[in-house]
């Protein structure tokens, strides 16, 4: 089986479409930590917010509809969030925040399941998507690697934002040292409420995209919560590369540990973190030298 | 540095004295809580230890109450121990590891703690969620009581399990106390404090945050024990993470770093979870608010606002002699 190209090439893909899925999570959980030093574990609330938008919206307005309202849903969430609970909560320090966000999960899973009931909802793929592409000798879901070429351009257009615009400048400036960007005169709060704002928005994003794969459920921001943690803490917490680097070991040890070495696949990821964390605390890209 | 103030002792006792009271005049129904409340407590108590005093939020609670659960029934079931043995070896099992855990982790601080926790705990999860030995995801069954009929105690009666179970939690608070009041106890409070303060004084520092971390997780290992021997079934999801973010809502809510706070915590949660789960399935969501509420109140949990207001009212006098002396 394994002497197959057709088994690799498969298995490549799924294991980028699942790097690039978390790589729209991770990416945002990660910015606002560098930037805000603040651990908000809602995100994966967030993600199943959008994904429940989508769903919804998936009815009346079709497929698109949702793809496009609901990131901008969960970033005005976003900003409610930002304004009652985060701001005061910036300087409170990693235990408050991790706290108040533990318990803004239970408040999200709940309201989810008072508003959307506790049964799993299915959207179907958009007509646009549908059906297989012949690659390399392999059948692949085209809605798939739409998964993969959206995470792609999200990373371009991020890289492209981050290194060669003034507000990227600004916001490099800002994770290396922000009370210094502060007296150079860059308004840091509005930037934090903006970085914040994004990360929401790609968090939805990723809701909007996963909605057709994965079954909606009350519980899948909580499923999607610690990956995404595995990734930023693996990859550095802060930075653009380190989500990516993060995402890609992920997706690429989850799928090949799971087909390779199916016994030991679940506890892989983990004794990864584990050495990743005794060998190189602050990961394996970190923001700051 | 841990002390025993007037009012903790008094409150100690209020606790002891009512539960036990309770125990003796309560239903099925109520003992089965109680039981309940001394495993949360047990688990809160060895949270408190390491997260209240040294600074050390773990997320790996969950899966170290898990780990002394599952290693208590497989003791038992296979390995063919009595009840008291297999706990012994359940606890020490526990400690083994928390030690490992807490000697890897006391490099990192702050958040790359609780994630260092979090990993471990996930990865002691996963591998008994797939372990065929461990029964997987459908659990294990048959984990037995202590047999105490030499003495005329029979554990299968829910009163007397209420009883002993009062009886583990204090056990845990003793042994939680001494550890604190002890030279590693102020060690601990000084790590947190001033880490490299400590480093300079000649404190090997790792060798005593791992062992807190060890006591801390032979105590969540017993809370397991506990918690097979209660319901006598396990399953996997004793060691979830959300297992370990619960006991520390439950420590934060109670009054984290004073010991006593989190046996209130434990209490009123575990009966709030009751009353509130009679009226509606969305508890979780009402736990959240009151969770949200009580960090953002900056007030030290329940025992915390208690004690706060205890001192303001002691202090009222010096306050205006300093005010008459400006």
Redesign the interface.
Known sequence: MTTDIGFWVLQTLNALQLSMLLFLLSVGLTVI?GLMHF?NLAHGSLYAFGAYIAATLAGTLGYWGGFLLAPLAVAALGAVLYFT?IR??RR?????Q???T??????A???T??VWGDLPIGIAVPELFEGQLALLGVEYPIYRLFIIALGLAVLGVLTLILTRTQIGAMIRAGVDNDQMAACLGINVERMFFLVFVVGCALAGLAGAVAAPVLSVTPDMG?QIL?PT??VI?IGG?GSLKGAVAGSLIFGFVQTFGAVILP?LS??LI??L??AV??TR??GLLPAKG | MFTHSPLRLTTLAILAAGSLAYAFVAGFYGMEILAEIAILAILVIALDLVAGFGGM?SLCHGALLGVGAYAFTVAANDAGLTALPAMLLAVALTSALSFLIGA??A??T???F???T???G??AY??V??SPLFGGDDGLSGAPRPDLSAVGIDLTDSRAFAVYAILLVAFAYAVAAATLRSGLGRSLVGLHHNEKRLRALGLTVWRAKATAFAISGALAGLAGCLAAQHTQFISPGLLS??VS?EA??VV?LGGLGTLVGPLLGAILFVVLKHEISAIT??W??I??????AV??SRAKGVFGFIEARWEARKAQPLVKEAKADA
Request: proline fraction near 5%; include cysteine.
């Open positions: 930590f651990v609970l005061s909560q409170a320090g990693p235990m408050a991790v706290l108040i533990f318990g803004l999960i239970f408040v899973v709940d309201a399941r008072l909580l610690i943690l595995i803490v917490l016994t679940p506890v983990y004794a973190l584990a964390l005794v605390p602050q | 939020v890897v982790c490099r990192s702050g958040i790359y609780i994630m260092a979090l990993a471990f996930q990865m996963s591998f969620f797939q993470w959300t973010g520390l809502v934060i399935p969305y979780h969501a736990v959240g608010v009151i969770l949200i960090v953002m």
